[in-house]
């Protein structure tokens, strides 16, 4: 069976500072990727997605980026965080790239202080 | 522009009362809706996919139907364990967009 797991599941930041968010899929080859931010009271707001390895689409413009330096891996990184960064990031894969069936993580709690 | 609306925001039930959620969609070519469960401080969960009006999908005491304007999640004589934020979401030819979810409590 295919399971997702994402790390750190909890972590505070002071503004400035680097984040690295990892995600890996296991049980599956060539998986769709994704990285989603929920803010609180708020849809889930895409923010990348990936069909293979290496390529990326970015969704928002913004201070984060992410990479897929393995079929099974994305990672979400920033160089300087915001405080506007703050909230819980999704990471969810897919078989098909046109479904809305999705597998999340367990998420990610960022707070930027 | 896709948009997803779900009513209401908040529904509180006691034990064993049925009720239903609604899920209104304007999405050009519509290529499936979805509902997802999400417990607090927990990632969603795949519930159903629905296609074409008249689909019905059924799990447990769930049961999620489709027209062609909106959709609705049946619940049928909830327990405890019920209690989560149900999210739908669509998919139309550009992209998949969520709504802002339901939040259910169920009091024993």
């Known amino acids: 069976s295919q399971t997702i797991h994402q790390w750190p599941a909890t972590l505070v930041q002071p503004v400035g500072s680097p984040l690295s968010l990892e995600c890996t899929v296991e049980?599956?080859?060539?998986?769709?990727l994704y990285w989603y931010r929920q803010a609180a009271g708020r849809g889930l707001q895409l923010l990348f997605y990936s069909v293979g390895i290496g390529q990326i689409s970015s969704e928002v413009p913004q201070n984060l980026s992410a990479s897929r330096p393995q079929d099974r891996q994305f990672i979400l990184s920033s160089k300087k965080l915001l405080l506007s960064d703050s909230g819980f990031y999704l990471c969810?894969?897919?078989?098909?790239?046109?479904?809305?069936?999705?597998?999340f993580g367990e998420g990610s709690r960022l707070t930027v202080l | 522009e896709d948009q997803v609306t779900q009513s209401p925001e908040a529904l509180r039930l006691q034990e064993g009362e049925s009720s239903s959620l609604n899920c209104s969609y304007t999405?050009?070519?519509?290529?499936?809706l979805f509902w997802y469960r999400q417990d607090p401080g927990k990632g969603p969960e795949f519930l159903f996919t629905l296609y074409s009006a008249g689909e019905e999908k059924e799990k447990e005491r769930l049961k999620a139907t489709l027209t062609k304007k909106e959709s609705f999640l049946h619940i049928t004589a909830p327990k405890p364990e019920d209690s989560a934020t149900y999210l739908c979401?669509?998919?139309?030819?550009?992209?998949?967009?969520f709504g802002q979810g339901t939040r259910l409590t169920i009091n024993p």
């Open positions: 969810a894969w897919s078989r098909d790239f046109y479904t809305g069936e999705l597998f």
């Open positions: 979401a669509v998919r139309g030819a550009q992209k998949l967009v």
């Open positions: 049980g599956t080859s060539n998986p769709n």
């Open positions: 999405v050009s070519g519509l290529r499936g």
